[in-house]
């Protein structure tokens, strides 16, 4: 595999001004295809556009992450955050924010492009990569396919058996998918709190599955055998994982730098695309320094656009594209469709012959799974609290069928978008966790925990979602294949396509969606 590595605008042709003038910002750089992002669905249209041997350029606003820090790694630790934590704060945000009602999880840092975002609407936020590899750097690696029968649900229009049989395994390959070892598992120290948590469900009669992950559990056995550097068992996750876990750098962006065809370039942020008589698009990205501060404001020029911002990214920027009049036809569903699947967080307290563990892998391996429950349908993932201490609590973070949906709506005044989920929308979410989690209290005589979302005994985390999807959702804004409605050879490849809710954590099937995206493109639309 290629070493991944950043590019100047090699192979790209620079047109509108002399070379002397070649920095101004009205030069145009083209490129045959660009892509906006570098997150799952970003990362499979670089991959198969530069297998197709088509020209590509990714614009990232995050950074790279492959130097490491004075510390000698490349990302901070969970328990001692630095400026690389987050996204140019001066205060982290973690999603566990306190403990024993006590502020002693979050750390005041310096402003940094760090690799966690937490973008705030009025009534929820939404964690977020940023770096390349998006939400691959930060997430849980939990690696899940849905269940066939809502997966249909949710994509009445898209051929199951094609997606089961050929985009799914395709998607799990390429992401390097691999399960834990049940022996291990039963025998180590560090998924204690899961068997624990699986006890718990059983005795309220609940079904629980092992997940799949892209972290390698070759390589975990081996942190916890003393034999290679730890990092899933060292607490990292958040805000980076400095070993074992296969992240979009290391697989999909790695094949497509490999193709020769493809260059990204970070910390440039896209903030407008228009379209120019001759029917390419044109972008606006401006390009930040580690202070954030814009040095370079660039144009680009493309036959073919992918969008793969996410759900926020791609949803603002067509939202405002189609606002202030520069994408004027986008379809009025684009910015429609927003849910958080229905992500709640909680924690339980555990009698104190119910030890969690102090030592606690931060990779998920299992879940509650009651989605069959059609009375209350939720998928409750088991998550981990590694604080090196035995503290007896429990931790979820439950996927539940919430058929809220929002919109992102254009404030002009701000030039940015708005949200328009509401807390009794997320209250829906937190009625049926409610419902699953009573139950297993019942079961087991044990009560929440009220001290670990803030000071006023919040039990359910309702405010935050680390799953968001929709925005232009596949068959309503776009075609069926991800093609924007009104403009043609501009694509969504991302977590925007999926309509709010896809029952278990979101990153294989937004892969596989965008495999079978780039697949059909490939063949219909770049033919010469
Ligand atoms: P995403 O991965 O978010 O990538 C978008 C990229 O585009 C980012 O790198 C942005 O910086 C970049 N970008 C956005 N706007 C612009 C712009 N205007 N110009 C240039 N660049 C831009 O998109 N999912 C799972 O399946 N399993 C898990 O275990 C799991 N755990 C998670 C834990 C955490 C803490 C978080 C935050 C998420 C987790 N997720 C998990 C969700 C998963 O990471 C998410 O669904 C995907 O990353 C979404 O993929 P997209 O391709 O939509």
Request: include cysteine; glycine fraction near 10%.
């Amino acid at each position: 595999m290629a070493a991944l590595q950043t590019a100047a605008t090699l192979g790209f042709t620079r047109v509108g001004l002399d070379s002397a003038r070649a920095a101004e910002p009205d030069a145009v750089d083209n490129a045959p295809a660009i892509v906006v992002g570098s997150g799952y669905g970003a990362a499979v249209a670089a991959l198969r556009l530069g297998q197709a041997g088509i020209r590509t350029l990714v614009l990232e606003m995050g950074r790279l992450w492959n130097t490491p820090g004075s510390d000698g790694k490349v990302f901070c630790s969970t328990s001692a955050p630095d400026q690389r934590s987050m996204w140019f704060r001066t205060r982290t945000e973690a999603p566990l924010a306190s403990f024993l009602w006590l502020d002693v999880v979050n750390r005041d840092i310096s402003r940094y492009p760090g690799v966690l975002d937490r973008v705030h609407f009025a009534d929820m936020s939404v964690f977020v990569g940023r770096g390349v590899g998006g939400g691959s750097l930060v997430n849980g690696g939990m690696a899940v396919t849905p269940l066939r029968s809502y997966f249909a649900e949710q994509f009445p229009t898209v051929d199951a058996a094609e997606m089961y049989g050929t985009y799914f395994p395709r998607a799990r390959a390429m992401l390097g998918v691999n399960n834990v070892d049940p022996a291990w598992f039963e025998a180590t120290d560090w998924y204690r709190f899961t068997r624990v948590s699986r006890k718990h469900a059983q005795n309220a009669g609940l079904r629980t599955t092992f997940v799949p992950s892209v972290y390698d559990f070759g390589y975990m056995q081996r942190e916890a055998a003393g034999t290679a550097a730890k990092s899933a068992l060292a607490g990292e996750v958040i805000y980076g994982n400095n070993q074992g876990k296969r992240s979009l750098d290391k697989t999909y962006l790695s094949s497509a730098l490999g193709t020769g065809n493809v260059t990204i370039h970070t910390l440039e942020k896209v903030r407008a695309i228009s379209r120019a008589a001759d029917g390419t698009y044109v972008l606006t990205a401006d390009r930040i320094d580690v202070t954030g501060n814009v040095v370079e404001t660039k144009q680009y020029g493309c036959t073919y656009l992918f969008l793969g911002g996410g759900s926020l990214g791609t949803s603002e920027l067509l939202v405002r594209a189609r606002e202030t009049g520069t994408l004027p036809a986008l379809d009025a569903r684009v910015g429609a469709g927003w849910g958080t699947n229905g992500n709640v967080m909680l924690g339980r307290a555990n009698h104190l012959w119910d030890t969690v563990g102090a030592n606690q892998s931060t990779m998920p391996v299992m879940g509650i799974d009651d989605w069959a429950n059609t009375a209350n349908p939720v998928f409750a993932e088991i998550a981990p609290l590694p604080t090196g201490l035995e503290h007896w609590v429990s931790l979820y973070l439950a996927i539940t069928k919430n058929p809220q949906r929002a919109a992102f709506t254009y404030d002009r005044a701000a030039g940015t978008v708005k949200l328009g989920w509401s807390a009794a929308q997320s209250a829906v979410s937190v009625g049926m966790a409610k419902k699953l989690f009573d139950r297993i209290n019942a079961a087991n005589a044990t009560m929440y925990r009220y001290d670990l979302f803030g000071g006023s005994n919040k039990v359910f985390a309702d405010d935050f979602t680390y799953h968001p999807l929709g925005g232009c959702v596949l068959g309503q804004a776009t075609d069926d294949h991800g093609r924007v409605k009104g403009y043609p050879r501009l694509y969504v490849t991302d977590g925007s396509l999926v309509p709010g809710s896809i029952g278990v954590n979101p990153f294989v099937t937004i892969t596989a969606l965008a495999e079978r995206t780039m697949a059909r493109v490939l063949a219909e639309d770049t033919a010469p």
